[in-house]
């Protein structure tokens, strides 16, 4: 057997695509296994399952590469729960945000040089519908703000969501999830917020087929706002592609259904694309592939390279109205700290040219080819769904009955792919992909071929 270099040392941008993934230890790695004991003393232990089961500690990481304190090498497939998608500590971001912070490090939400320059960056990727901004630190905190935006533009005070829907876990955006177990427990929730199925064509709630059922889900939207609602609505809240709730594309048909019925109503139509934009689904935006262009946009994650940001992008009229319009009224601590604009504004530059979203198209695209390949050949995949550098595996227990893996199987495949190198983001019936969109070509087909493996080692011990 060859020997792999000691990579423990080597600063991770050194490396090659041939030395990595490089795991040399069991997992968690003694070190990991002293800084968890040590973290845990104090740290509540309700953080992500993924962190809570592998128990590593994250000693450095650059591009697609993440470093434990033990040295072992990872391939990240998550990009950091989606927030770095020009890969880890991307050069000019860490440059920008150093200069930045040796000048200012927080002043309130005063206007600094590197606010306009940030706005002027971002509306140079937006139609002329989306080019006034209100700032904010995380996506529910967003999601929250867009509510209160709709209210005070509509008068109104009624919402539609979705099925499978992911917007946060305030009060306010668990709301508008669909049915995840994690919103359990703590309701009752605010009141006007209705649900209608999405376009989850995998598991149809109408038991209809993609090629014949005209996107039946749209039309019960209206429905939804006849028989449900007191014709009081101000907003219809969407994910062009529903992230955490597995990866499921809304089809173009879809959007546009709902286009028509926030004109028809005077709702604002909103986009939750804080997972979905910066390039994520292989364009900037993922709207941008529907066609349909929405009242309200919202953008988080990969917007600042993992610094805290999130914002809402609409027109200078729905953000001046009512009283979201008042002075105050938008104000947050740490919204639109001259930090955040440093480092978006340098994101944005990285991606301005196209190149990385060029690459991101044609990686994902063989990325995708190969995870099909592993559709048909592992029936633990029942349906596979991708869009740019965003994937879902869906798995079952049988493809017939299309009835869902148990929990344990999930995390044992979590640990099968880290011990094999491939860190994802958490275990579930969905397993979902999202490297970087910087990821090389050959460590995009190295890290589907572990993903053969491990699935084949989960499969095996279902046996």
């Known amino acids: 057997m060859t020997s792999q270099p000691d990579t423990g040392d080597v600063p991770l941008a050194q490396l090659a695509d041939d030395e990595v993934p490089r795991v040399r230890t069991a997992l968690p790695g003694p070190r990991s296994a002293e800084v968890w004991a040590r973290d845990a003393v104090h740290h509540a232990g309700n953080s992500s399952p993924a962190a809570q089961w592998l128990q590593l500690a994250i000693s450095d990481a650059a591009g697609a590469l993440v470093r434990d304190v033990d040295g072992?090498?990872?391939?990240?497939?998550?990009?950091?729960?989606?927030?770095?998608?020009?890969?880890?500590?991307?050069?000019?971001?860490?440059?920008?945000?150093?200069?930045?912070?040796?000048?200012?490090?927080?002043?309130?939400?005063?206007?600094?040089?590197?606010?306009?320059?940030?706005?002027?960056?971002?509306?140079?990727?937006?139609?002329?519908?989306?080019?006034?901004?209100?700032?904010?630190s995380t996506g529910s905190e967003a999601v929250e703000a867009a509510l209160r935006l709709a209210k005070s533009f509509t008068g109104r005070?009624?919402?539609?969501?979705?099925?499978?829907?992911?917007?946060?876990?305030?009060?306010?955006?668990?709301?508008?999830?669909?049915?995840?177990?994690?919103?359990?427990?703590?309701?009752?929730?605010?009141?006007?917020?209705?649900?209608?199925?999405?376009?989850?064509?995998?598991?149809?709630?109408?038991?209809?087929?993609?090629?014949?059922?005209?996107?039946?889900?749209?039309?019960?939207?209206?429905?939804?706002?006849?028989?449900?609602?007191?014709?009081?609505?101000a907003a219809v809240i969407v994910e062009p592609v529903q992230g955490v709730g597995g990866v499921i594309p809304q089809p173009p048909e879809f959007l546009a259904h709902l286009r028509e019925l926030c004109d028809r109503t005077g709702a604002l139509l909103i986009f939750d694309e804080i997972l979905t934009g910066m390039?994520?689904?292989?364009?900037?935006?993922?709207?941008?592939?529907?066609?349909?262009?929405?009242?309200?946009?919202?953008?988080?994650?990969?917007?600042a390279s993992g610094y805290p940001i999130s914002l809402i992008a609409s027109r200078r009229e729905v953000l001046d109205a009512g009283r979201f319009g008042r002075p105050g009224a938008g104000a947050s601590t740490f919204a639109s700290g001259n930090l955040a604009c440093a480092a978006g504004a340098a994101t944005l530059a990285l991606l301005e040219d196209g190149t990385v979203l060029e690459h991101a198209r044609r990686v994902g695209a063989a990325m995708l080819a190969g995870l099909r390949d592993l559709q048909a050949r592992h029936p633990l995949v029942g349906d596979v769904r991708g869009r740019g550098m965003l994937f879902g595996l869906e798995l079952v227990r049988d493809r017939a009955t299309k009835e869902r893996i148990a929990p344990e199987t999930a995390r044992r495949l979590l640990f099968a792919l880290a011990r094999r190198g491939i860190l994802t983001a958490g275990a579930g019936p969905v397993l979902r992909l999202s490297p970087p969109l910087v990821l090389s070509e050959t460590l995009a087909a190295k890290g589907v071929g572990l993903l053969d493996d491990a699935l084949s080692e989960v499969e095996a011990e279902a046996t």
């Open 279 to 303: 390039g994520r689904t292989g364009t900037m935006w993922a709207f941008e592939q529907s066609g349909v262009v929405p009242d309200v946009l919202l953008a988080g994650k990969g917007l």
């Open 157 to 233: 005070y009624e919402v539609i969501s979705f099925h499978h829907a992911w917007h946060g876990r305030t009060i306010g955006s668990m709301a508008l999830m669909g049915g995840f177990p994690l919103k359990h427990g703590y309701g009752p929730f605010p009141a006007g917020v209705h649900h209608s199925p999405s376009a989850y064509c995998y598991r149809c709630a109408f038991g209809l087929d993609r090629d014949t059922c005209g996107v039946a889900c749209a039309r019960f939207v209206d429905r939804v706002h006849e028989q449900s609602t007191e014709q009081q609505l």
């Open 72 to 136: 072992n090498v990872f391939v990240d497939f998550s990009s950091g729960a989606v927030v770095a998608n020009l890969g880890h500590s991307p050069p000019g971001v860490a440059a920008a945000l150093g200069a930045e912070a040796e000048r200012l490090l927080h002043y309130f939400d005063f206007a600094t040089p590197a606010r306009p320059a940030f706005f002027e960056a971002l509306a140079a990727t937006l139609p002329p519908e989306l080019q006034t901004f209100q700032m904010y």
